[in-house]
């Protein structure tokens, strides 16, 4: 599963359960959507950080690396470089 | 004569301090004879469209100036404004419109498209006024909508705005809280309630034109009553807190920074998600004078480093409900090195009388026994809107004035007092939590799961969090042949419950664990969620 599959899957079956969306836009804005609240992003850090194998720095817990599937796919590469 | 109605606040600051700046969103801002101006022409429009005294007024916005400036403009039309949180489910907030009887909405173009598409029946209300730039016209069924734009309003034009006169004790607001009859309840409260509150914490923190308050939480939540009204009060500014940023601790804390914040009052848990990942070393908070923290409990450990990064402040550790507003509070000292510390919720405010009762009755009155918190003073609010049974169980007679119908709120909260005269959260008498601020009563959302046609029964089980304060998970007895799963329950609360109040996770069993007296065991199965491996805690 590319980085992009994994992230929209945990997405879809833990954080935005229940809005009966099948599907997410690589660009569509998670958080003008508000599926991504404090509790729903400490989670999907956690996930982040144990399934790429990454540490993701608080400065960079910010909304431009966490808007869509595609700002997020960014940062987990950036970070697997570093 | 003193100001005796909410918005008599903002007429004396308008006339004191016409220039100085009211309000603040992002690039935005309004002075207070705007402020002013504008929420007159938005009095004359709820006029014209057949608001009178004692109305409900709905307003459902989320944080910008137009909030502002409608809110004062139901109040100046003699109205009563109720919060509709534009984020909540759109049958929970019918459910409010219904419940209160609202017939006029004030929202935005946008805001009232989205609750007729997401709503299964026609909307209970008759008229909108929408707030708006844009000239859209908008057809919702028989509602009829008129719409205004503040950037164009002509000065000096009120919208034949007409002064309405009234006492201090007609209803100024509904708040709603969860309730655990599966519906949320509206907190009706005065004038007189509110102001009560306002003119005290006004003087006690020394509350100046020249303090800049960061307006953290939603209309809907009470502590707005401290940002919004104190400030108005004083000449100061309010600074509204995109509701992003507190998602993202690290652009909190560069917001406080950039707008030299001086005051800030929000739930604990926001607070300690800004000491552990803000990153507070890299930013100056020099600013603030003031950080109140309510609502959940505070961790020893996060309190310690939010005091060494905001030298110039004094932390207060505040106690409240919207039955009866803010009514302790505990000015913190120095912090004890022992990270177990419970932070005490203090003494009254000055202009309250707080007393706890034992099992007997009796005022408690020795170090370390315990009794239940009761409320005495013109903050206690009148009862829930319209619900004369629930309202008679919490806003009791005075136990104290046996001759007389003299009421206080009792709050369900169980306290000891310290060696100091200092009271002591020890618990509940029921089966509410506080999860990041936000009051829950495990039966709202109990009531929601059981009414799926595939439960039999379910549990809201709290765990505590040093983040959070609670998180909530849920237990599920499934109907015999029945194999109901986690989505499709989620599925079933969204619409039906606030995102905050919808268990993080589910776990099915076949029957639930019984006490001896027939009561779901609680305590064991929590004891068995924390244990178990099913539970990922991340």
Redesign the interface.
Same mark, same amino acid.
């Given at each position: 599963m590319s980085v992009l599959e994994s992230l929209e899957n945990y997405l879809l079956?833990e954080i935005a359960?229940?809005?009966?969306k099948k599907t997410l836009g690589p660009d569509e804005d998670l958080?003008e959507l508000?599926i *991504?609240?404090?509790?729903g992003?400490?989670?999907l850090i956690?996930?982040m950080e144990e399934d790429f194998g990454i540490r993701i720095p608080?400065?960079e817990? *910010?909304?431009e690396n966490f808007q869509s599937l595609n700002c997020m796919a960014k940062l987990v590469e950036l970070q697997v470089q570093n | 004569m003193r100001d005796y109605l909410l918005h008599h606040l903002l007429q004396r600051s308008a006339l004191q301090y016409p220039d100085n700046v009211a309000v603040i969103f992002k690039e935005k801002s309004v002075t207070y004879s705007d402020l002013e101006r504008q929420s007159s022409s938005i009095a004359g429009a709820l006029q014209q469209l057949g608001i009178r005294k004692g109305d409900r007024v709905g307003i459902m916005f989320s944080k910008s100036i137009e909030q502002i400036v409608a809110l004062f403009g139901i109040l100046k039309s003699g109205a009563i404004y109720v919060p509709l949180d534009p984020?909540a489910p759109a049958a929970r907030v019918e459910y409010m419109i219904r419940h209160c009887g609202i017939e006029c909405l004030i929202t935005t173009p946008g805001n009232l498209k989205l609750l007729s598409l997401n709503s299964e029946d026609a909307l209970g209300i008759s008229t909108a006024l929408l707030i708006g730039t844009d000239a859209e016209v908008v057809n919702h069924g028989t509602i009829v909508s008129k719409s205004l734009s503040l950037d164009v309003e002509a000065a000096g034009d009120h919208g034949g705005f007409q002064a309405v006169e009234m006492s201090d004790s007609s209803p100024a607001y509904i708040l709603h809280t969860s309730g655990s009859t599966g519906n949320p309840k509206g907190v009706a409260i005065s004038h007189l309630n509110a102001l009560t509150f306002i003119e005290m914490a006004a003087s006690y923190f020394d509350v100046t034109a020249s303090d800049r308050f960061c307006s953290h939480a939603p209309l809907h939540f009470d502590l707005s009553v401290f940002d919004i009204f104190v400030a108005i009060k004083q000449g100061a500014a309010i600074v509204l807190l995109p509701e992003?940023l507190?998602?993202?601790?690290? $652009?909190l804390a560069e917001y406080i920074d950039k707008e030299q914040i001086t005051v800030w009052n929000s739930v604990s848990s926001v607070l300690t998600?800004l000491a552990d990942?803000?990153?507070l070393e890299s930013r100056n908070l020099d600013s603030l004078r003031l950080v109140h923290f309510s609502g959940d409990i505070m961790p020893v450990k996060y309190l310690r480093l939010l005091a060494q990064r905001m030298k110039n402040a004094a932390f207060y550790n505040i106690y409240g409900q919207t039955e009866a507003n803010s009514s302790l509070c505990y000015p913190i000292g120095a912090i004890p090195d022992d990270d177990s510390w419970r932070i005490p919720i203090g003494k009254p405010f000055p202009n309250f009388d707080v007393f706890a009762l034992n099992g007997e009755r009796q005022v408690v009155s020795h170090p370390g026994d315990e009794g239940e918190l009761y409320v005495s003073s013109s903050t206690v609010a009148y009862g829930y809107w319209n619900d004369r049974d629930m309202s008679g169980e919490k806003f009791v007679p005075d136990p104290r004035y046996p001759f007389l119908d003299k009421i206080v709120y009792k709050t369900g909260d169980l306290v000891r007092i310290d060696e100091d005269g200092n009271y002591l959260f020890s618990g509940r008498t029921d089966h509410m939590v506080k999860s990041?601020g936000y009051r829950i009563e495990l039966a709202e959302i109990e009531t929601v799961l059981s009414g799926h046609p595939d439960v039999v029964a379910a549990v809201a089980i709290p765990i505590p969090d040093d983040?959070?304060g609670n998180?909530i998970f849920a237990v599920i007895a499934p109907a015999s042949g029945c194999s109901v799963g986690?989505?499709e329950l989620?599925?079933?609360?969204?619409p039906r419950l606030p $995102?905050y109040m *919808?268990p993080?996770t589910m776990a099915f069993r076949d029957s639930l664990p019984m006490t001896s007296s027939g009561k779901v065991d609680r305590k064991k199965l929590g004891e068995e969620l924390v244990n178990s491996e099913e539970w990922a805690f991340?």
């Open positions: 079956t359960v229940g809005l009966g958080l508000g *991504i609240d404090s509790l992003l400490m989670k956690s996930f608080d400065e817990v *910010i909304p | 984020a992003m507190s998602t993202f601790p690290v $652009k998600l990942k803000g990153v990041r983040l959070v998180r986690t989505e989620f599925r079933y609360c969204t $995102k *919808i993080e991340p």
